[in-house]
């Protein structure tokens, strides 16, 4: 009863951020949901995994796994940890959702000597023909909620994430694209191409 | 130091099941008041088997009216053991592998030292001689008693209310000597409301002729209507609104309209009274006064000039807080005030808020989430520490 439960293999933005993370690190999740990536990240790159987790049953499902979640949200509950907390601070999907990005991203270079943050493209051609063609709030794929009830309120495209990491001073080291048929390509800064054609963004990124 | 079998009790519960030993002859405790106390008696029980390194053992807390008999039928009142539900073979804390201790704490009346065991310098009951404890003084003691067993460091240390008080305290206090942590509903300070409840309390005691300013035993009497009516208006804070609503409603009690006048007409009534009224006969007055107090006390900031951060730094020991979501005694904000002091200091820490209406007394009943969560953590704990059982 003691042993790890087996991790299956890990959703493709998942694989890429772990890709971005260096063995034997301190690694803290916010929004780790399930705990798939940390538990990934605890067996195959013996990380120090944390993470934060906001539903009840998230929080229960990483702990069951022995893996140490709080409950929290990245609004409230990042600004206690000490600076240089962490090696990685990973924001999957979750930036969207914040009330105050702008403050999140600050926190997370803060804390973490370097930031993973991924997001749905709102840049994607996808979306922009959707709003186009069709006169309506565009929903990404696999999105259950409408434009009134969804959780998140702070959509981007690439472009602006990429303006936002430049006020705030921070240095991208590494951008990729994926899109729905796991096609990874690299992001060259300002590119218009990678704002079009990636449906989801991943940046590894650190203040300078 | 002398062990024995509980042979005494100040309650005069006759034999009490479990072990009793007699410390600090030597080296006297020093109490946060100054007070010097020793030797003093320590009751405990334990359930299952302290393997050859004595690396299993785990410490249980109690809450302010337990005691040491949390997994098994009480020897006073013959119900199950206030955590049945979470200790035994093959339960959360499984006494298959782990080695459980669980003490009466200091200022108790299950053959601890308290206010009504035998002072040895007077030969009568300590009374209001007995000096003022805090929950510090509480693990202290306990402290002790882990020396005492020759165990060297503690897998967990575990407990809900006052007993997460004392976790905390352990942690802050002997942290290299315990490898994790589990406060549950549990508070680093008692807040104003918690000090005005238990004011209350302690006021309804004080007022019944029969306290006779704490000198009841020798005077052959017991303050019951006063403990009763402290323990009824404590139940309350223990249960939430909709859980009381619930269980009660308005329903009458074993009559169909109300009789105009002041019956026990409404079951809720009805309850209370008898919650106070069976407390009694396993609960001394006396103890509840210094219980309470050790409780008011408590403030782990302020020992770290209001920097609760500081009662953790460099800690080493792997955290599991746990609140409820309709409880509030002690509510959600106090648990995420640990939490968020454990994030200052890079703490490994795990947090839940349980979602339950059953209110302060969640952690004591059958909550599905909160003993999968304490499972899959004392499972990871067991891993991380390399523990083999």
Same mark, same amino acid.
């Given at each position: 009863?003691?042993?790890?439960?087996?991790?299956?293999?890990?959703?493709?933005?998942?694989?890429?951020?772990?890709?971005?993370?260096?063995?034997?690190?301190?690694?803290?999740?916010?929004?780790?949901?399930?705990?798939?990536?940390?538990?990934?990240?605890?067996?195959?790159?013996?990380?120090?995994?944390?993470?934060?987790?906001?539903?009840?049953?998230?929080?229960?499902?990483?702990v069951?796994?022995g893996?140490s979640?709080i409950?929290?949200?990245?609004?409230?509950?990042?600004?206690?940890?000490?600076?240089?907390?962490?090696?990685?601070?990973?924001?999957?999907?979750?930036?969207?959702?914040?009330?105050?990005?702008?403050?999140?991203?600050?926190?997370?270079?803060?804390?973490?000597?370097?930031?993973?943050?991924?997001?749905?493209?709102?840049?994607?051609?996808?979306?922009?023909?959707?709003?186009?063609?069709?006169?309506?709030?565009?929903?990404?794929?696999?999105?259950?909620?409408?434009?009134?009830?969804?959780?998140?309120?702070?959509?981007?495209?690439?472009?602006?994430?990429?303006?936002?990491?430049?006020?705030?001073?921070?240095?991208?080291?590494?951008?990729?694209?994926?899109?729905?048929?796991?096609?990874?390509?690299?992001?060259?800064?300002?590119?218009?191409?990678?704002?079009?054609?990636?449906?989801?963004?991943?940046?590894?990124?650190?203040?300078? | 130091?002398?062990?024995?079998?509980?042979?005494?009790?100040?309650?005069?519960?006759?034999?009490?099941?479990g072990h009793?030993v007699?410390l600090?002859?030597?080296?006297?405790l020093?109490?946060d008041?100054?007070?010097?106390?020793?030797?003093?008696?320590i009751a405990y029980q334990t359930y299952g088997t302290l393997n050859?390194d004595k690396s299993n053992a785990i410490l249980v807390c109690h809450a302010l009216?337990g005691d040491q008999y949390p997994a098994?039928?009480?020897?006073?009142?013959?119900?199950?053991g206030w955590w049945?539900l979470m200790i035994g073979?093959?339960k959360v804390i499984d006494t298959?592998q782990f080695f459980v201790i669980c003490t009466n704490v200091l200022g108790g009346?299950?053959?601890t030292?308290?206010?009504?065991?035998?002072?040895?310098?007077?030969?009568?009951?300590?009374?209001?001689?007995?000096?003022?404890i805090t929950i510090g003084d509480m693990v202290r003691a306990q402290a002790m008693l882990i020396d005492h067993l020759g165990i060297n460091k503690l897998f967990c240390v575990i407990g809900g209310s006052m007993g997460a008080m004392q976790v905390l305290e352990w942690a802050s206090k002997y942290g290299d000597r315990l490898y994790a942590a589990v406060p549950i509903a549990g508070a680093p300070r008692?807040?104003?409301?918690?000090?005005?409840?238990?004011?209350?309390?302690?006021?309804?005691?004080?007022?019944?002729?029969?306290?006779? *300013? $704490?000198?009841?035993?020798? /005077?052959?009497?017991?303050?019951?209507?006063? %403990?009763?009516?402290? #323990?009824?208006?404590?139940?309350?804070?223990?249960?939430?609104?909709?859980?009381?609503?619930?269980?009660?409603?308005?329903?009458?009690?074993?009559?169909?309209?109300?009789?105009?006048?002041?019956?026990?007409?409404?079951?809720?009534?009805?309850?209370?009274?008898? *919650? $106070?009224?069976?407390?009694? /006969?396993?609960?001394?007055?006396?103890?509840? %006064?210094?219980i309470? #107090?050790a409780m008011?006390?408590f403030d782990l900031a302020?020992e770290?000039?209001?920097?609760l951060?500081?009662a953790f730094r460099d800690t080493q020991v792997r955290f599991c807080v746990v609140s409820?979501?309709?409880?509030?005694?002690y509510?959600?904000?106090e648990s995420?005030a640990v939490v968020?002091a454990l994030?200052?200091v890079?703490a490994n820490v795990s947090f839940l808020?349980?979602?339950?209406?059953?209110?302060?007394?969640?952690f004591l009943?059958?909550?599905?989430?909160l003993h999968?969560t304490l499972s899959g953590f004392i499972d990871g704990a067991i891993r991380h520490s390399g523990l083999?059982l």
């Open positions: 009863m003691n042993a790890l439960p087996t991790i299956g293999p890990l959703r493709s933005d998942l694989q890429l951020i772990s890709d971005m993370i260096t063995p034997d690190s301190r690694v803290l999740d916010v929004g780790c949901g399930d705990g798939a990536l940390l538990a990934f990240l605890a067996q195959e790159k013996n990380v120090d995994a944390r993470g934060i987790e906001l539903s009840q049953e998230g929080v229960n499902a990483c069951s796994l893996l979640v409950q929290g949200d990245a609004d409230t509950d990042l600004a206690d940890y000490p600076t240089d907390a962490f090696d990685y601070v990973v924001l999957g999907q979750t930036l969207q959702a914040t009330r105050s990005p702008k403050d999140v991203l600050e926190t997370l270079v803060r804390i973490g000597r370097y930031a993973v943050v991924s997001f749905v493209n709102f840049g994607h051609w996808r979306t922009r023909l959707s709003l186009m063609l069709n006169g309506r709030v565009p929903v990404p794929a696999g999105n259950q909620f409408g434009w009134h009830d969804s959780p998140d309120i702070h959509l981007c495209t690439v472009l602006d994430f990429v303006d936002l990491s430049e006020e705030l001073g921070l240095k991208i080291d590494k951008g990729l694209s994926l899109d729905r048929n796991d096609r990874v390509r690299q992001i060259k800064t300002g590119s218009h191409m990678a704002n079009l054609r990636g449906e989801q963004a991943i940046f590894l990124l650190h203040r300078e | 130091m002398t062990d024995s079998t509980v042979t005494h009790s100040p309650m005069d519960h006759g034999e009490l099941p009793q007699e600090g002859a030597d080296a006297p020093r109490l008041s100054g007070a010097v106390l020793g030797p003093y008696t050859a009216t098994e039928a009480h020897p006073v009142t013959g119900k199950d049945d073979a093959g298959d009346c299950m053959g030292s308290g206010p009504s065991s035998i002072d040895p310098s007077t030969g009568k009951p300590y009374g209001l001689d007995f000096p003022v008692h807040s104003a409301q918690n000090i005005a409840f238990h004011e209350v309390g302690r006021q309804a005691i004080m007022a019944d002729p029969d306290w006779c *300013q $704490g000198n009841y035993i020798p /005077e052959g009497k017991r303050p019951r209507r006063g %403990l009763a009516v402290a #323990r009824m208006e404590a139940h309350i804070t223990y249960l939430s609104e909709p859980a009381l609503h619930r269980k009660f409603g308005r329903r009458l009690q074993e009559r169909e309209k109300v009789t105009y006048g002041f019956d026990a007409d409404f079951e809720v009534e009805s309850y209370l009274r008898h *919650q $106070g009224s069976t407390f009694v /006969e396993r609960f001394d007055a006396n103890s509840y %006064l210094y309470t #107090r008011d006390y302020a770290h000039n209001g920097v951060a500081d409820f979501s309709s409880d509030w005694l509510p959600t904000i995420r968020h994030n200052a890079a808020e349980v979602q339950t209406d059953k209110g302060h007394d969640a009943l059958d909550e599905p989430v999968e083999s």
